[in-house]
């Protein structure tokens, strides 16, 4: 049941996060075309306060990861499941509000901290994979097991 409910969450956020990057390009254009970003935008975008709505991100999968298991085996289950979720979600719900991305060789932005960096999506994708199976795993070789990610 705590894997559903951390999927929830996670479905929710990715979607969120879709939405911020779809204003985002209606402001600045369409940057996930290239892969690349152009360089007037890197002259002219406030990176400080992108900097912090990823940090943000990262605070809250790591917060709910926290609440959502006792011991840090099931903990660190609950981030990778929520990451994953979340990380999937999110490219789930630009392709439906915006066809983006065609191709799952289309390039992207992962992440703009430390440095901007990115390459095509299928990527993140397979982290996505691994990083569930990993969750799933812990949880069923852990102490306590119960047999869903974010367990006790």
Known sequence: ???LILALFAVAMGHLEA????YIRLALGDVHGTG?????VLRSFPWG????????????LG???????RIWPRRLAALLWTFAVWDASYYA???????????????DIYFLLPVPFGGPVWVPLAADVVFAATAAMLV?????????PGAA
């Open 63 to 69: 917060t709910v990861a926290v609440l959502a298991g």
């Open 140 to 148: 069923v070789r852990g102490p306590g097991s119960s047999g869903s």
């Open 36 to 40: 690349t970003i152009p360089p007037e």
């Open 1 to 3: 049941m705590r894997a």
């Open 49 to 60: 306060i992108e900097a912090t709505r990823e940090v943000a991100t990262m605070v809250m």
């Open 19 to 22: 939405v911020v990057v779809y």
């Open 93 to 107: 719900s630009l392709r439906i509000m915006t066809g983006w991305p065609p191709s799952l060789l289309s390039p």
